[in-house]
């Protein structure tokens, strides 16, 4: 659970849990220089978008993995290892191994969202003790606390995304600290919403930790990347590539 005065960059992990957790940190670098031709207007920032998820430095969004299904559709989508709109539990466990993620951390992952959010988005369906979480049901799977970049039905809003940064980054207007991550935590919490509280220090502490650059920073287009899919789709070609490499 979230603990009030919690910092991720505080933490001493021992060296050997830090490599059972993750097997090797994933580091993104990022060209964040603008010009005049880049810079772009979003049209109702504030209302969600089915399509991509975008900003002012990425009009158009990420890969599109599906260009039917919304942001937090595709989100998840990465994760359907047979692309055929379930996602059961060692197909998430699949997925956490593919962007670097250890096997005890991966075990866990499996268990706890599959465990949770699988009846969540199979109502009025008797329980399957196979756990699948059915894709097209993802919106009703959406937990308190949370930043509100994802409306209720699942889509991207650029405005909400934005104020992350407004709010929470005053070193730097495009990426978040270990220090500034924990602040915007604690600012989302709604009270005795404790499941929302874990899930979303969850989320966002493995992000932190697989995507931080060597500055310790967590930029914005890779956290733009992560509400979409198609960082975990980059991350995958990048371990796949530097394994080939070696």
Same mark, same amino acid.
Request: glycine share 8%; with cysteine; hydrophobic share 35%.
């Given at each position: ?6 910092? $991720? ?18 580091? #993104? ?86 465990? $949770? ?11 399957? #003790? ?117």
């Amino acid at each position: 659970m979230f603990l009030p005065g919690f910092n $991720v960059s505080s933490c001493s992990v021992p060296p050997y849990l830090y490599s059972c957790l993750f097997s090797k940190p994933f580091h #993104l670098s990022i060209n964040l220089s603008l010009n005049n031709k880049d810079k772009a207007f979003i049209a109702n920032p504030s209302t969600g978008s089915k399509a991509n998820s975008a900003n002012t430095r990425s009009v158009n969004g990420g890969e599109a993995i599906n260009g039917d299904q919304t942001a937090l559709q595709k989100h998840v989508a990465f994760f359907d290892r047979n692309k055929d709109g379930l996602i059961y539990p060692w197909e998430t466990f699949e997925g956490f191994r593919a962007i670097g993620c250890g096997i005890p951390l991966s075990v866990a992952a499996a268990i706890f969202i599959n465990g $949770v959010l699988s009846w969540q988005s199979r109502p009025g369906k008797f329980p399957s #003790l196979l756990f699948p979480i059915e894709i097209r049901n993802i919106h009703r799977t959406k937990h308190g606390s949370d930043s509100g970049v994802y409306d209720t039905e699942g889509r991207f809003v650029p405005a909400k995304f934005e104020e992350i940064f407004h709010k929470h980054a005053p070193s730097s207007s495009n990426a978040l600290t270990s220090k500034e991550l924990s602040q915007m935590l604690k600012s989302n919490r709604i009270p005795k919403n404790y499941y929302g509280w874990l899930a979303a220090w969850g989320e966002w502490t493995i992000l932190y930790y697989l995507c931080k650059d060597k500055d310790g920073f967590l930029h914005k287009e890779t956290i733009r990347s992560a509400y979409d899919g198609s960082l975990f789709e980059k991350m995958e070609k990048e371990r796949r590539s530097s394994h080939k490499a070696k």
